[in-house]
């Protein structure tokens, strides 16, 4: 299993000078992870949110990245999909120009948004989610690999153009989706697309994996590859005792589930467009109260954080790894959380936790 990092630029302090330095911090991290063998490091996108995240241009932050390391790849993951957010053209041309950038570097990750404050602000219905989500995906793998490209829809009208530059890699960057429930993973498995698993408890790893995998033997890709790869989504902090790292980062898990309480609460507590209902459901009638009622020990013993010692990150990694999850994004970056410990964290998973990591079962065709 391969692991990664991942940020969405949260913090408690929302000062100016405060909000330039994670930005800072988060270039050293990676640069560290860069020389410590991580695969990749992912940036999501989001919008209007003050302190949960000020990841607002991902391809920017991105692009300094490929400028800065040699090796890690760099996941734009995700990128937010309606059309009024991000017009596919625009899409399609600036992932081309950071996989130019970066000799070849890019994982491209799409969703279509999950917060009402996002869709209102853009003007975005949230029942076109879904059907622009798809619609993108559908014709981004041709906006890379024709030379002229040509569409029509009821939504979306692109005359014959040229849409260049064209990515390093070919035919295009592995295309991946966010997965927050059953039916998204569905969607791309039978695609043919990688599953980022956002929201998804360790717990149902196993079920959730085995369902991508079944799914997928028989895709249809909507590229023109096949990426069979799970990605699992895990609030991690490694440092030299359990105690240290539960006192650092088990605030920073309970300070985040309140807010994304907070973020889904005009659905929450109205009622939520049908194509979110399952995962506001399950976010507030079994995600949120564990989140805040069982004890952080526990949680992490039931794999459901990788909080804790070298020893204990192996344990919950290595749970990840047998349920055939291809690749961990380690979620360190959180409110409060020490620069000097994030750096400590990715030190001691290379030197103590990714020697010992046993592989993977191979992931079925």
């Known amino acids: 299993m ?47 949110l003050p302190g949960f ?32 957010i991000n017009h596919p053209l625009r899409v399609a041309e600036r992932i081309a120009t950071l996989d130019l950038l970066s000799n070849g570097r890019v994982e491209f990750g799409g969703g279509r948004a999950i917060s009402e404050s996002e869709l209102s602000a853009f003007e975005v219905n949230p029942d076109d989610t879904r059907p622009q ?15 002229n490209f040509h569409y029509e829809s009821q939504t979306l009208r692109v005359p014959q153009r040229q849409v260049v530059p064209k990515p390093v890699q070919k035919p295009h960057p592995p295309m991946w989706v966010a997965c927050t429930q059953p039916a998204t993973l569905e969607f791309a498995a039978d695609h043919g697309l990688g599953a980022l698993g956002f929201g998804i408890g360790q717990g149902q790893s196993n079920d959730f ?48 589930g309140d807010a994304v309480r907070n973020l889904f609460a005009p659905w929450i507590d109205g009622k ?9 459901k399950y976010w507030k009638e ?58 400590r964290s990715i030190e001691l998973i290379a030197s103590k936790v990714m020697p010992r990591l046993k592989p993977s079962p191979e992931p079925a065709r």
């Not at 630029?9 to 270039?27: H, P, Y």
């Not at 989500?133 to 030379?147: G, H, N, Y």
């Not at 939520?272 to 506001?280: A, D, I, L, N």
């Open 286 to 343: 079994t995600a949120y109260d564990a989140a805040r009622s069982v004890p952080m020990s526990e949680i992490v013993k039931a794999g459901g954080a990788c909080i804790g010692s070298p020893e204990t990150c192996l344990k919950v990694l290595q749970y990840l790894s047998d349920a055939g999850v291809d690749e961990a994004l380690l979620f360190m970056q959180m409110y409060t959380t020490p620069h000097e410990k994030i750096m």
């Open 272 to 280: 939520p467009p049908r194509s979110y209902e399952w995962f506001m």
């Open 133 to 147: 989500w798809e619609e993108a995906l559908s014709i981004l793998p041709k906006m890379w690999t024709q030379e």
């Open 209 to 256: 994996v085995r369902l991508y995998r079944e799914r997928i033997k028989n895709c249809k890709p909507i590229g023109a590859m096949v990426n069979n790869k799970f990605a699992l989504l895990t609030f991690t902090l490694c440092c030299d005792s359990d105690e240290e790292a539960l006192a650092i980062q088990g605030p920073n898990f309970r300070m985040y």
């Open 53 to 84: 995240s000020y990841s607002a241009s991902p391809e920017l932050v991105l692009a300094h990245l490929a400028a800065k390391t040699k090796n890690i790849r760099l996941g734009h993951g995700i990128v937010l999909l309606p059309f009024r």
């Open 2 to 48: 391969d692991l990664s990092l991942f940020f969405e630029l949260e913090t408690s302090n929302l000062s100016e000078a405060n909000v330039k330095r994670i930005f800072d911090q988060c270039i050293e991290q990676t640069m560290l992870a860069d020389r410590l063998g991580f695969r990749s490091v992912w940036f999501t996108e989001h919008h209007f």
